[in-house]
Nanobody
């Protein structure tokens, strides 16, 4: 499975960004795709995930109501729409894939999101 994340950048507090994760190399119907983030000096943490078949989603409490994960079935892309961004959302964001009921064993490169005025 290959994953390519993009869309990071610098945004002011309260602003929005949309991250993209292009997925290839595996039958997506058997996968869940997740977004994780790692802030400087902190451990990597779960942000959101979507089951490709069916579209079930889960979110970390810290982003519920602000972030939304979705997928483009045709282009095999998973999006993370991030609204009402806060400085504490600053981190390198990674997308990852797992075979259902497994672990996240496939990781893309990160994309840096900086929330600052």
């Amino acid at each position: 499975v290959q994953l390519q994340a993009s869309g990071g950048g610098l945004v002011q507090p309260g602003g929005s960004l949309r991250l993209s994760c292009a997925v290839s190399g595996f039958s997506l119907d058997d996968l869940a795709i997740g977004w994780f983030r790692q802030a400087p000096g902190k451990e990597r943490e779960f942000v959101a995930a979507i089951v490709w078949r069916g579209g079930d989603t889960t979110y970390a409490d810290s982003v519920k109501g602000r972030f939304s994960i979705s997928r483009d079935y045709v282009k095999n892309i998973v999006f993370l729409q991030m609204n009402s961004l806060k400085p504490e959302d600053t981190a390198v964001y990674y997308c990852a894939a797992k075979i259902l009921a497994g672990r996240y064993n496939y990781w893309g490169q990160g994309t840096l999101v900086t929330v600052s005025s």
